[in-house]
C-alpha cells in the first residue's frame, strides 16, 4: 500500500510541478506517504471492528417533511483507474427532482469518487436554493472524512476541504448517513452509467435516465420482508 501511495504522489508531485509549484524532496514525498499509509490503515482497523448487522432487506426512504435527500455514489476500477459518479435529489414525497452523473480519468482511488459524487450532489441541491437538506451515501468512510479531520493529510484531503467550504459559506445544514447500499441502488446505477459515458461533461438531468425509473419506483414500493 505505501509503494502505491509513494507512487500516486509521486505522480501528482510531477504534474503540480508542470503547473509551476515548488517541488518538494524525495523525504518529504516520503513522509507523507508513511503518514498516509498510517491513516489508510487506522480507517480500515475501523471498519472492521465495525459489528456486522443481521441482513435485512431495506429500501430507501422519503426524508422529514419539507427537506430535500441526495444519494450520491462513486464508481471505480482499478485496471485503468476510471471513475465515474452520480447523484439524485428527490423531496418528500420521493419525487425526483434532479439527477447527474459523470466520468472521471486517472482516479487515484474509490474514495475519491465517493466524494466527488457529494461534491457535485451538494453543488446540484444548493443550487435549488436548498439550505437544509440530507446526503446519503454507502460509503462509511466518506462520512467519518465529513464528520471529522483525519483526511487532512490523505490524498483526497483537497476535495474534503473543498466539500466543506462549500457547506460552511452556503450556511447549509446538512445531514451525512451512511446507508447500506439496498437503499442507494439509483445512484450506484447512475455512477456505473457516468463511467461507461464517452464524452467527461456531466450529464444534469429534470429526472433520471429512463433505463432506470423502474428502479426510481421500486425505491417506493413497501418493504418487502
Known amino acids: 500500500m505505501k509503494g502505491s501511495l509513494l507512487l500516486n504522489n509521486w ?36 471498519i ?3 459489528p456486522k448487522a443481521q441482513a435485512i432487506r431495506r429500501r430507501w426512504e422519503k426524508p ?3 427537506l430535500l435527500k441526495v444519494n450520491v455514489d462513486g464508481a471505480f476500477r482499478d485496471l485503468d483507474k476510471n471513475g465515474g459518479w452520480g447523484y439524485v435529489i428527490r423531496d418528500e414525497e420521493g419525487v425526483v427532482i434532479q439527477s447527474g452523473l459523470g466520468r472521471i480519468m486517472n482516479v487515484g482511488n ?4 465517493e466524494l466527488v459524487a457529494c461534491l457535485e450532489g451538494a453543488k446540484a441541491v444548493l443550487s435549488l436554493g436548498a439550505s437544509q ?22 490524498t483526497v484531503g483537497g ?12 450556511l447549509s445544514s446538512v445531514r451525512f448517513a451512511h446507508v447500506p447500499h439496498e437503499c442507494n441502488k439509483v445512484t450506484h446505477e447512475l455512477a456505473s452509467l457516468g463511467q ?14 429512463h433505463c432506470i425509473m423502474d428502479m426510481v419506483s421500486g425505491d417506493l414500493a413497501d418493504v418487502v420482508e
Open 110 to 113: 474509490s474514495l475519491y469518487t
Open 11 to 46: 505522480w501528482q508531485e510531477r504534474n503540480q510541478i508542470r503547473e509551476g509549484k515548488r517541488r518538494r524532496s524525495l523525504d518529504d514525498i516520503a513522509n507523507l506517504s508513511e503518514r498516509q499509509a498510517i491513516e489508510i490503515s487506522k480507517l480500515q482497523k475501523m
Open 133 to 154: 437538506f440530507i446526503m446519503e451515501t454507502d460509503a462509511q468512510h466518506v462520512v467519518w472524512a465529513m464528520q471529522g479531520d483525519d483526511f487532512r493529510l490523505a
Open 64 to 66: 422529514p417533511t419539507g
Open 159 to 170: 476535495i474534503v476541504h473543498e466539500l466543506k467550504v462549500l457547506l460552511v459559506e452556503s
Open 196 to 209: 461507461s459515458r464517452n464524452v467527461f461533461a456531466p450529464l444534469v438531468l429534470a429526472g433520471v435516465p
Open 48 to 50: 472492521q471492528s465495525i
